[in-house]
């Protein structure tokens, strides 16, 4: 790939960042109930962490395109490495509490704060128009084989820590001692970036006002962000830890059968992320998105309808095979039909309706799962509202075509 080294550095932060939300995300809850929190303490915590993280990232992104984008990642690192310091030096639950709404702490392992939104937005800046999905398909391979390492390193690292005789609270605090030291190194390499990821300003009317740092795409940004948030929603409904839940009730699974099964599930997501660039350069990003997102529901829906554990593994496996190819094509779509100076707020706004509709469904599955009747409930409404996402995706942006189509 020839392309400027702002992408390889940019490339490189993805990975770091998503290898020390993996290596955190294993141990941070066991690190606070083991420093004195209680269960429901560590909840309001998490809870905090993602409403705090959603507005701060909210705040940043819809205004690093006139800010700077290098600046408001270099924010987010020192965000990131402050709160990773302050949740090693203490286990006062107010303190905790402020680190976790205005620092970066990912308690999933999945992707938080305001870097993927400005990642995107400048590697758009960076791309021909040809080449962005094929970039953010790699960049999001990335991404998902850096969080599957880094979950294994920790889990395992903790692990030999404690075997070799070292008192839990060391052992995790040494984890968090890397992840801060990750914050650290990312500091480092935002400061590196050049001048090309900025955003290039284009002329508006001065009667068009911006609205969360949008203008002329403002219409098709909320009603992207609506459709978004509706698929992430009911993604929230089967999120990784409730499906594990799930088959470990219906199947008796061990724990660490679990994890070989979602850590093989998950490299293949990442995989299939790849896959769908040849599909989009033939049929175009919009069909790739819904043609290939429709399988994967149905075939989620029929999970729970197997009635033995190798159908139900391999209809799952199946089913991530396929379940990603979306997500670049998602990101490179909105990136593609929004103006080159409101991509960041594009990405953040359309990002932060993903987060806020996939916490309000956890708590319905819960509800679901204590009632024995409803128990595979969650699998028929998250395929049945996936498939109703993608019909009304079509339907209103089918015309709607990017710049390299």
Sequence with gaps: MNHPPDVFLLFATRIIRLFCYGFLSVIIALYLVAAGLTEKQ??????????????????????????????????????MLGAGIVFILTSDIVILMAAAVIGVISPSGAEIGPFLSVEQAGLSHLVENRKRTN???????????????????????????????????????????????????????????????????????????????????????????????????????????????????????????????????????????????????????????????????????????????????GLLLLRFSISQMDVPTRQSYTMAVVTPDERSSAAGVTGIARSIGASLSPALTGFFFSIPSLFSLPFFLAGGLKIAYDLLLFREFRSLKPPEE
């Design 42 to 79: 560590v909840g309001l915590l998490f809870t905090l962490t993602l409403a705090g993280d959603a507005g701060i990232s909210l705040w940043l992104t819809t205004r690093a395109d006139l800010f700077s984008r290098k600046r408001t990642l270099v924010i987010g690192a020192l965000l």
């Design 135 to 313: 970039v953010f398909a790699w960049y999001n391979l990335a991404g998902s084989f850096a969080t599957a390492i880094g979950a294994l390193t920790g889990g395992w690292l903790t692990q030999v820590l404690q075997t070799s005789g070292w008192p839990a609270l060391d052992a995790y605090r040494l984890i968090l001692t890397g992840y801060a030291i990750g914050g650290l190194v990312l500091t480092i390499l935002f400061m590196n970036l050049s001048s090309r990821i900025e955003a290039v300003h284009v002329r508006t009317d001065d009667s068009i006002k911006r609205v969360l740092g949008l203008h002329r795409s403002r219409a098709v940004v909320f009603k992207l962000s609506a459709l978004f948030a509706m698929d992430a929603f009911a993604g929230g409904l089967i999120v990784q830890s409730m499906m594990a839940y799930w088959f470990h009730v219906r199947f008796g699974l061990d724990p660490g059968l679990l994890g070989s099964i979602f850590f093989g599930a998950n490299i293949l997501a990442g995989i299939s992320a790849l896959l769908a660039v040849k599909l989009a350069q033939k049929i175009g990003l919009i069909n790739t998105m819904v043609f290939t997102h429709i399988p994967s529901n149905i075939l989620l829906i029929l999970v729970p309808l197997m009635p033995s554990l190798p159908l139900a593994i």
